[in-house]
């Protein structure tokens, strides 16, 4: 259990996960000529090699001394192959940003895998003063101003941040520390150094306690510290700053005052990139999910958007024909036919017996024909291009019937019949252009007539042609149905430890279909969280056998996970030995009194006799996976086996830590699943622990060390473990997570139920509606529409007053403002107020303050 925050992305965007892909090149090619680089450098000191990265900004000159960062990272990215500290942190904002990102960066890697994470990069330790000796040796290398250099941290890297700043106040122009903490009587020193402190309200790994505690200590000696707390985020406040060009125009500049935080950075966001997913483990059965025929229906409003470009575009193969005029035979050719359209409706519908009902409404689908020949007897004649135009007037409806079925880990469409019908009114023929003849008798008129009044008549001959293509239709559409989900927000509501919440991908199984939706079971494949370790065989655990029934036949949308897919998960952390913490690095501080000399000689009564040169150290590993199942109609966390190792130290001028006893605890305790909705817009899923813990323990002395007092008080160490881990589940270490709208195109899908329905847990989404508040002090009175429907209304809403349209697509909304109509179009998800501008005038319609 190390502290790491991963980037907890959103489980539920039914979307492909990005790629991560490392830029490490040290040549820029004519194409990226004006991106910033990523440069590999190795420094050389009498303990070895130790490998880092420096980001040249792409308008670096030599000649020009450019503004330098020194970014500290977290623990996660501990290591030394000089690459796992570009996977989170400022690396990934950087690359998102390489074209206009003005700092030169130096990105030194921490090597202890084994020391405190808290302390890791501080001044006294040699992973802290080789980060100084790094950027001494990268200021070497590029030309640098040393008026304007930056000390960035986070998370473990945040208290690194504090520590390197006030141990070396002169060398920086800045300090930023992200989720960190410090020793409160050394921060005076940076009293003439601009700092500014972030950290998240919700911060369940680093308490905001310590960033307030560092703040207000270097505010009491003077300093120069802007302090912002974002209060609906944890532990990774990236978005809100490292994309934000008000920290950037500040580190540019840091004796100014810190400009206001902007909602969004001045140019577009881009992307930010994400670690590789590296398959460790795969869990069959681990997922259910439900897809009625109301979730369908809605989903169908955004089948506009999400069907490929090309999905009513070809070509067809030559038509032909022949017909009998004046008692001579022609034949018809109808050459070079090409076909484009739009959809501009869709509709879906489960039929059961297997059967998936697609209808879809095509609009202005253009037909052209080339070239038409026609041949006879002594007569001939060409024709230029025809168009057919069918649907001008409206859509015409392509029925599609297909069966869903599980093949190779992806889902298949297989096409079973199709109907097309165009209504005489809805189709039209143009003449054909540049008509020529041959034969006497023959006519431009003639032909022209003739072939126009064929094709209008030949209307079902189109129709099969349409019909024709709709097995290519149906396998594009197979293709946008074969998504790999990430799973994370909605697990990490469930994640019972505090850190290494896993990268998820689900997978479908199994296929079933009734006459109210359709049921999805999907395995779960879980990423190595050191994605740059060597690659190791993929693991397959257990099924934990989630079925159709469990997800349930209901006409909304659900998804059931499976709680003990915790088992496999938690497996792989101790396989990967990142399961472990010292027990000083707990948020909870009651937990030190465990590693508290005085504390473990009263448990460990051999100790005495080293007298008071005794120094000790206790770390908490987790020895066995969790264990969940149902108990009674609780869900219940098990943790069979963890293990907590005290070593000692008699010399500490010169550190010989031994192994000295280990407490083997057990422990149970009853969790409650709960989703909060703090605003219209917001939804958490939350896991709440009941006070309810059952700890047990049993202890020995490790082999090696000779006790000569053999006594060991396991139930005395297990009984005040309880009382540190009660305060840490009950005072707020619930395991919290936001979860985002499932978002199809222009609809979206909310959550708005999570529990426990044992054996699984289940989540229940809805259309995410939308709602406009009266903030004014008038009356305002309002039209609104649908994609599909005319304006309805008026609508008048009093102060004060609310209207929600529990629908899934965008709203126009339209009020008549004097001579003028007010139109926007509000989306899907969306929280409107109808307010008085900032600025003053009268009340207009605005995007809600608090979403």
């Known amino acids: 259990m190390t502290i790491l925050s991963l980037n907890r992305r959103s489980v539920w965007t039914l979307i492909l996960t990005t790629a991560w892909v490392l830029s490490t090149a040290t040549t820029i090619t004519a194409q990226t000529a004006a991106v910033g680089k990523f440069e590999n450098h ?48 400022l690396a990934p904002y950087v690359k998102a940003r390489a074209a206009s990102f003005p700092f030169v960066v130096v990105f030194p890697q921490c090597e202890d895998m084994d020391g405190r994470l808290l302390t890791s990069w501080a001044a006294d330790t040699t ?97 120069k510290v802007t302090y912002t707390e974002f209060p609906e985020i944890g532990h990774t406040p990236f978005e809100e700053t490292l994309l934000n060009d008000g920290l950037l125009r ?94 501009e409706r869709a509709y879906m519908k489960s039929q059961g017996g297997d059967r998936l009902l697609i209808q879809l409404g095509l609009r202005n689908i253009l037909m052209t024909i080339a070239g038409t020949s026609v041949s006879g007897a002594r007569h001939s004649a060409q024709a230029g291009p025809i168009n057919i135009g069918i649907g001008h007037n409206g859509p015409v409806w392509l029925t599609l019937d ?10 298949k469409l297989r096409y079973n019949s199709s109907s097309f019908q165009i209504p005489p009114d809805n189709f039209y023929v143009t003449q054909p252009a540049g008509v020529s003849v041959q034969g006497f008798g023959m006519s431009q008129e003639r032909v022209t007539s003739s072939l126009t009044s064929g094709l209008y008549g030949s209307r079902n001959r189109i129709e099969n042609e349409v019909r024709g293509i709709a097995p290519q239709i149906v396998r594009q559409l197979e293709d946008k149905l074969n998504l790999a989900v990430d799973a994370g927000p909605l697990l990490s509501g469930l994640w019972p430890l ?39 065989p993929l693991k397959k655990a257990a099924s934990v056998g989630v079925l159709p029934e ?113 407490f083997n605890l057990d422990i149970r305790q009853q969790v409650q699943p709960s989703l909060t909705k703090p605003t219209f817009s917001r939804r958490d899923v939350q896991l709440g622990w009941k006070p309810n ?25 297990a009984e005040l473990f309880r009382d540190s881990w009660s305060k840490w589940t009950q005072g707020g270490s619930s395991a919290e997570s936001v979860v985002p709208d499932i978002a199809f195109g222009n609809v979206k899908l909310r959550m708005n139920d999570f529990s426990w329905t044992a054996p699984v847990l289940v989540a229940d989404f809805q259309p995410a509606g939308i709602k406009i508040t009266n903030l004014s002090d008038e009356p305002f ?29 965008p709203l126009t909304y339209r009020r008549r403002v004097g001579n003028t109509q007010e139109v926007y179009t509000l989306v899907s998800g969306s929280h409107s107020e109808f307010r008085v501008p900032k600025s003053g005038g009268t009340p207009r319609l605005f995007q809600a303050l608090t979403p």
């Open 693 to 717: 813990e059952k700890v047990t323990g049993t202890a020995r002395f490790v082999e090696g060390y000779d006790a000569q007092d053999k006594t060991l008080h396991a139930d005395q160490f």
């Open 250 to 343: 500040w580190m540019l500049d840091p004796q100014k005052a810190p400009a206001e935080l902007t909602k969004q950075p001045i140019l577009a966001t881009p992307v930010v990139a994400q670690p590789p997913f590296v398959p460790a483990v795969e869990i069959p059965q681990a997922v259910g999910i439900r897809v009625g025929n109301d979730t369908l229906h809605a989903l169908s409003y955004a089948a506009p958007q999400l069907v490929p470009a090309n999905l009513l575009s070809g070509r067809l193969g030559d038509m032909y024909d022949s017909t009998e005029a004046a008692g001579r035979q022609f034949s018809i050719t109808f050459s070079g036919i090409s076909y484009n359209g739009q959809l």
């Open 781 to 809: 009175t309002y039209e609104a529409k649908g994609p599909q429907s005319g304006y309805g209304g008026p609508y008048t809403l009093k102060p004060g007053d609310s209207h929600e349209f529990a629908i899934p697509y």
């Open 42 to 89: 190795v420094l050389k000191d009498d303990r070895g090699e130790h490998k880092y990265v420096v980001f040249v900004p792409a308008n670096y000159k030599a000649d020009r001394p450019a503004p330098v960062i020194l970014f500290l990272h977290g623990a996660g990215e501990r290591g030394a192959d000089g690459q796992k500290q570009l996977t989170v942190g």
């Open 402 to 411: 297909v069966t869903p079925t599980i093949a190779d880990r992806r889902i």
């Open 498 to 536: 505090p850190v290494y919440a896993p990268q998820l991908q689900v997978w479908p199984e199994a296929v079933k279909i009734d006459d109210q939706g359709v049921t999805l079971i999907m395995g779960l494949t879980a990423a190595n969280p050191d994605p740059f370790s060597p690659a190791k």
């Open 550 to 662: 469990m997800v349930g036949q209901d006409k909304s949308l659900k998804v059931a996970l499976a709680p003990q897919i915790l088992t496999p998960l938690t497996g792989m952390l101790i396989e990967e030995n990142l399961a472990s913490i010292n027990l000083l690095d707990i948020p909870e501080k009651s937990f030190a009194r465990l590693a508290d000399p005085q504390e473990l000689t009263a448990l460990i009564p051999d100790l005495a006799r080293h007298g008071d040169t005794l120094q000790t150290r206790a770390v908490l590993k987790l020895a066995a996976p969790f264990e969940a199942a149902a108990a009674d109609s609780d869900l219940e966390f098990h943790l069979p086996n963890l293990l907590v190792t005290v070593s000692v130290n008699t010399n500490p001028a010169e550190p010989n830590w031994q192994q000295c006893a280990e």
């Open 127 to 223: 992973d802290g003063q080789r980060a100084l000796k790094i950027l001494d040796d990268a200021q070497a290398t590029y030309k640098t101003d040393p008026q304007r250099t930056v000390l960035l941290g986070w998370s473990m890297g945040g208290y690194g941040a504090w520590s390197l700043g006030a141990a070396h106040p002169e060398r920086w122009s800045a300090v930023v520390a992200m989720s960190g903490g410090a020793d409160v009587e050394k921060v005076t020193a940076l009293k003439d150094t601009p700092v500014w402190a972030f950290h998240g309200a919700k911060d369940k790994l680093v308490p905001p306690t310590e960033s307030r505690a560092a703040v207000e200590a270097l505010k009491a000696a003077g300093g």
